[in-house]
């Protein structure tokens, strides 16, 4: 009975070696796959190694049949999981070799396609990144509180200037002819807006580093605004800057200004006299009803359009905000023009227009001024004080009965100040309302020169404006109503 079961375990034992046997013949690999090395030795060295290697496969065969069948199966399995990973790597080998077969089949125009795809991926992967980056950067400063110090302990400045600038707003659309006047406010230009070839006159004022002029050109600006609801004073078309530089786009008067008609001329008939001068008391009583006092009331100042009528430009001298009893100071205005409270530096009103006006119509009237224009303030005022204007003998009843009450010393008791000036018979004829509306000819209408009639000069100006400390805020604008803008 002992012997039958030491023969079963025998033979149990024998069929386990075999399989192993199997298992191990079956994962030797073939002369093929050794190494170049053992490929080169001798005979002898290959005898022995292969016994040696015989001898250790023998032992570790009798340590297999010694351990228990929990400790067989895991062997087994771990030998099939290295088995199923050599060949998952070899698919993959075998795939790689197939795909790289298949680019070397392809023209050269699909290679540069499959290129252009990776790089363009790569392209998107790094923009993405770099959007991922902006709004991680914006996220942040947005979650900054206001009251966080940045980076040398300042907050940071909005400069508001339009970097996308509409046509009429760049200056590099316009072409530049000829200066129609200069003084310390900067100089006028003549121009075309190159899209519709529209003449124009272009302001060009000079921005100061101390920045003592800045409020002047923001009040000239703010006032043409207000301009356009007069059709006898200058409109603006358009204002923007420079970082040096601030640009008015000018409605342009071909017929030039009154001073220059007078200096061609010597003295004006009475007939345009009264038509002129009618305008501008429309003009000058649009800008009294918005407390407007312009200050600058003379010829030079007074200009003629393509249709013979007047506009009242330069607001640069103007007070605003002097409505009824209000009143404004200071020395402004041109030597010759002012009135002999503003001499004295006393407060006064809209009477200064008046007397101004006064001064521009005796000089339509006789080519020259009433009063010496020159000395020091005190003597000007004393000119006016002790002489009495040289009235011409050809002036009319009408107008010998309006100058004195226009240049009257005691602004109170001035015409314009103390009674409409509209209803005094040097004006008997006007029908202010058809007036009013341009329904009046002029009897001189210059008309309106073509672009191509000039020629081009050269202007160089500033790059637009990059710094805080030079921009003009809400300075630009373009009319809405501006037709020549295209």
Avoid at 207 to 229: H, Q, T, Y
Wanted: net charge positive.
């Amino acid at each position: 009975m002992e012997v039958r079961k030491r023969r079963s375990r025998s033979l149990d034992e024998e069929g386990k070696e075999e399989k192993m046997k199997k298992i191990h013949v079956e994962e030797k690999p073939n002369n093929e796959e050794r190494p170049l090395e053992d490929q080169k030795k001798s005979p002898m060295e290959k005898t022995s190694k292969d016994k040696s290697k015989e001898r250790k496969k023998s032992e570790d065969q009798l340590e297999d049949g010694k351990k228990s069948p929990m400790e067989k199966r895991s062997i087994e399995n771990g030998a099939n999981k290295r088995m199923r990973s050599e060949e998952g790597q070899l698919e993959d080998g075998k795939k790689s070799l197939r795909k790289i077969c298949e680019d070397e089949k392809k023209s050269p125009m699909e290679k540069r396609s499959i290129e252009n795809g990776t790089h363009k991926r790569r392209r998107s992967e790094k923009g993405q990144l770099e959007d991922e980056k902006k709004i991680s950067e914006d996220q942040n400063k947005r979650s900054r509180s206001p009251e966080d110090p940045l980076e040398g302990g300042s907050k940071p400045k909005k400069l508001r200037v339009d970097t996308d600038r509409p046509a009429p707003l760049d200056i590099k659309n316009y072409r530049f002819y000829s200066e129609l006047a200069s003084g310390g406010f900067g100089q006028v230009m003549l121009a075309s807006y190159a899209p519709t070839k529209q003449l124009v006159a272009v302001k060009i004022m000079k921005k100061k580093p101390d920045k003592s002029n800045f409020a002047i050109m923001m009040k000239e600006a703010r006032l043409l605004k207000v301009a356009r609801g007069c059709t006898f004073l200058c409109h603006s078309y358009a204002a923007f800057q420079s970082e040096l530089e601030a640009f008015l786009i000018l409605e342009y008067a071909s017929g030039k200004s009154l001073m220059e008609m007078i200096n061609r001329k010597g003295n004006l008939p009475m007939g345009r006299i009264m038509f002129y001068t009618a305008e501008m008391v429309v003009g000058l009583q649009f800008l009294h009803s918005k407390g407007i006092v312009h200050r600058d009331v003379k010829p030079d100042n007074t200009l003629v359009d393509r249709d013979g009528h007047i506009k009242i430009c330069d607001f640069g001298l103007a007070a605003e905000g002097i409505f009824d009893e209000e009143r404004t100071s200071g020395v402004a205005g041109t030597p010759g023009y002012r009135a002999p409270e503003v001499l004295l530096k006393a407060n006064y009103n809209a009477g200064v227009d008046w007397w101004s006006f006064g001064i521009t119509m005796y000089q339509m009237a006789t080519g020259r001024l009433p009063f010496s224009p020159t000395g020091s303030i005190v003597r000007q005022y004393y000119a006016i004080e002790k002489n009495k204007p040289n009235y011409p003998y050809y002036m009319s009843q009408e107008m010998l009965d309006l100058l004195p009450k226009l240049l009257e010393m005691k602004e109170n008791k001035r015409i314009g100040v103390n009674g409409n000036i509209r209803e005094h018979s040097f004006y008997r004829t006007v029908i202010w309302e058809e007036l009013e509306n341009r329904r009046v000819k002029s009897p001189f209408q210059p008309g309106m020169p073509s672009a191509d009639d000039f020629t081009e000069c050269q202007q160089t100006f500033s790059a637009n404006v990059r710094k805080e400390e030079t921009n003009l805020e809400d300075f630009s604008y373009v009319d809405p109503n501006w037709e020549g803008q295209g």
